[in-house]
């Protein structure tokens, strides 16, 4: 390894780690096959290209085709370069591509939130903070449920599946208006399958909240242990993953996603004591972050996104000879 990409890679190691207690050092430089290497003075990335089958789950959350960025930098300026190289990469690539990646491609880099000298770097080169990595660490919110009826928070079961479905992609449609979602039309059948399989579960670490008999809300996590490890959290530690917190529209604002939140962290605390739980959320969704940082959450890292890319190719990945204006 060069010498500048190890001092590049110590000093992000340094900054990262003091910055956020949380934040686990920056992983180095793992495998470049398939991957291009961009370095600059006091910088060293590598620009990967991802692609997902339309009918894959992840596909959901994701463009058909990501192109993300791992750096490593031990300055802003560093960064500015690093980003700067790799769009006139990804328009180059694009040119050479016949039908490119001119649709449903997403660029993406993940960045520790409280890093926030890097932030009008990002913001100089059109890239948006979309999406939140939010976790909350073992502590109990005193704060309960204030609902105006009776609520009976429980595990899923089988015949709860059709209605646990719909809920789930309630909030996909709700999350897809702020354009980091795509409802695919295997969504519905994906969301089924994994709630259809978690009902049959033991430990199904999927709750449903009943009013009257009705199901009206939905809390859906993977158990400790079962999801990815998050490479950006301390330790590589691999926590308690929510996949979707939802509740009926009519029934909003009464303290059922509290209640049925509170069932997963009651899960956690038995679990063991600090146990981490972590999910996304999106910055454009007004109803998301005040309840997350009410209920003990806060931002580890920030996905920066290039601006329209759900839909369409932004003008510098389009444009003759690349760069951007
Ligand atoms: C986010 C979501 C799950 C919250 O569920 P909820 O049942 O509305 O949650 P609660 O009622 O417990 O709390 C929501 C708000 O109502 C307030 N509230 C709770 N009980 C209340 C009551 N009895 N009277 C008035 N307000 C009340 C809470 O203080 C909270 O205020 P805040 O948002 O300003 O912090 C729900 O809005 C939802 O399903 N949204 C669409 C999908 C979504 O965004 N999911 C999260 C994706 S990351």
Not at 108 to 137: C, K, N, S, Y
Request: glycine share 8%; net charge positive.
């Amino acid at each position: 390894m060069p010498l500048a990409t190890a001092a590049a890679i110590r000093a992000q190691r340094q900054r990262w780690t003091s910055l956020d207690p949380l934040l686990g050092a920056p992983p180095p430089p793992a495998d470049t096959a398939g991957g291009t290497v961009l370095a600059c003075d006091g910088g060293y990335a590598v620009a990967t290209i991802h692609d997902n089958h339309p009918a894959s789950f992840q596909a959901t959350w994701s463009g058909r085709r990501e192109h993300r960025l791992q750096a490593w930098v031990e300055h802003p300026a560093a960064l500015d370069e690093l980003l700067a190289a790799w769009k006139r990469q990804l328009a180059d690539g694009a040119r050479c591509r016949p039908g490119g990646d001119s649709q449903d491609t997403r660029v993406v880099i993940e960045w520790p939130t409280r890093d926030l000298a890097m932030d009008p770097v990002f913001i100089a080169h059109d890239l948006v903070p979309a999406a939140v990595l939010a976790i909350r660490q073992g502590t109990r919110t005193t704060e309960r449920a204030r609902s105006v009826a009776p609520t009976r928070v429980r595990t899923l079961v089988r015949s709860d599946v059709d209605t646990a479905a719909a809920l789930w992609l309630e909030e996909i449609r709700w999350d897809a208006r702020f354009g980091m979602v795509t409802e695919r039309p295997s969504t519905a059948a994906n969301i089924r399958s994994a709630l259809a399989v978690a009902a049959i579960t033991p430990d199904p670490w999927t709750w449903v909240a009943e009013q009257e008999g009705q199901v009206i809300a939905l809390a859906a996590a993977s158990a400790p242990g079962a999801g990815k490890p998050l490479k950006a959290l301390v330790g590589s530690a691999t926590p308690v993953y929510l996949n979707c917190l939802s509740v009926a529209a009519p029934a909003r604002r009464r303290g059922i996603g509290t209640a049925t939140l509170h069932a997963l962290h009651d899960a956690v605390e038995a679990a063991g004591a600090g146990a981490i739980v972590a999910l996304h959320y999106l910055t454009a969704n007004p109803l998301a972050q005040s309840f997350w940082r009410a209920h003990g959450y806060r931002s580890l890292t920030t996905l920066w996104i290039a601006k329209g890319l759900t839909r369409k190719c932004p003008p510098w990945l389009s444009r003759p000879g690349g760069g951007f204006a």
